[in-house]
């Protein structure tokens, strides 16, 4: 680190103000920053003074996906080679879906980065730790057959419409990975919602078994929930779908990640649960009892399990910035996302999938819903005053 640093230092001054590349000190500052410390202080007693800066929140987050993105390439191999009829090992399965998956996060980083490090330049501002999580978060929510143009486009559009062009991270009101995702299943959605979401890379001396189906549990929710695949799979995640959100398990590891350092809200996760579970129970009421596959008659909980909610609720519905603030909005908000969620699945056949609207919606409402929150709180101080 000693020899990094003396590195650093010594082409340091050619990005400073009145060096040969002034004008990249932004992209430098980035670099340097990301590798230490920074050495800079605060020389007034007003400041807060706090080792949890946003590097090391979005550090937290990224530590937080992990086992989402390990589990999800694990289960890219394992359904690859189950459609072969091909038992493999642990391994296998696993170094199979790394060499998959690791290209799409390379060019969306890449790609995601490069735009930012641009804006920065042109404008003359620091590069912003933001991306560092919003470049993991697009990979898990495609499929792993995703064409890498497409990846490098959303993030392209993200990052501009999502970010840049209201002032950057902090400034944006709605979740900049579901806006990739929405922007690719709109604009693409052959690529998005086809029935086989797993790699079917040819495999010599074998073929796709004929018991094979590639359609996904959302596909077979929409018309009989009861031929989907068991509680048991869909809660370990062995199942077709995203690259990281099929695993519940996983994503409630990451959760307990978010909770403990406090970086995600718990209010947040637990109501949109609790959201998701009572309507799925008040819709069991409601549902005609000659339609026994109607997805209206699904136990509730299976909504917990299905698709990628459980990804949805924990990582994405619990973005500081796009997210309600107040504490008791909190509460509102994940409560109508887990709501919106099920109405949109059960409702909408073209969409069954509906935790993505349901959050970009539920973004635009946050500051509506917080602003309700402390008008309802002053009014009720007046009157104890």
Request: hydrophobic share 50%.
């Amino acid at each position: 680190m000693k020899i990094a640093r003396r590195l650093v230092d010594s082409v340091k001054p050619h990005f400073e103000k009145g060096g040969r590349f002034e004008k990249f000190h932004p992209a430098f500052d980035a670099l340097e920053t990301f590798l230490f410390v920074p050495g800079s202080t605060t020389r007034h007693g007003v400041h807060i003074r706090d080792a949890m800066d946003m590097k090391r929140t979005m550090f937290t987050v990224i530590i937080a996906l992990i086992p989402t993105l390990l589990f999800g390439m694990w289960n890219v191999g394992y359904q690859h080679y189950r459609a072969y009829g091909m038992e493999m090992s642990l391994f296998d399965n696993f170094m199979f879906g790394f060499w998959k998956v690791l290209p799409i996060i390379i060019v969306s980083y890449a790609v995601g980065l490069g735009v930012e490090f641009l804006f920065a330049i042109v404008r003359n501002h620091q590069v912003s730790e933001g991306y560092l999580v919003t470049g993991l978060l697009i990979p898990l929510t495609l499929p792993v057959t995703i064409p890498l143009w497409m990846v490098a486009l959303a993030a392209v559009f993200c990052t501009l419409l999502g970010k840049e062009i209201f002032g950057g991270t902090g400034m944006n009101f709605m979740n900049p990975a579901l806006l990739a995702r929405a922007f690719l299943f709109f604009a693409f959605p052959a690529y998005m919602s086809g029935d086989v979401w797993t790699d079917l890379s040819p495999e010599p001396g074998h073929a796709v078994v004929d018991a094979y189906s590639g359609a996904t549990n959302l596909v077979t929710f929409d018309t009989n929930y009861r031929q989907m695949a068991t509680v048991s799979d869909m809660f370990w995640g062995i199942e077709q779908g995203s690259i990281g959100e099929t695993s519940v398990f996983a994503c409630l590891l990451g959760a307990l990640i978010l909770i403990v350092t406090g970086v995600g809200s718990w209010k947040i996760i637990v109501s949109c649960f609790a959201g998701a579970w009572v309507m799925g129970a008040f819709l069991n009421l409601v549902a005609p009892a000659e339609l026994v596959n109607n997805a209206m008659n699904a136990p509730a909980y299976y909504h917990w399990l299905l698709g990628g909610f459980a990804f949805g609720a924990v990582y994405m519905a619990t973005d500081p910035v796009s997210a309600a603030q107040t504490e008791r909005g909190k509460w509102v908000y994940g409560l109508l996302i887990g709501a919106f969620t099920v109405i949109l699945r059960v409702f909408n056949p073209a969409y069954p999938e509906g935790v993505m609207l349901s959050i970009l919606l539920m973004n635009v409402f946050a500051p509506l819903i917080d602003y309700v929150v402390v008008e309802q709180h002053i009014k009720n101080r007046v009157k104890r005053a």
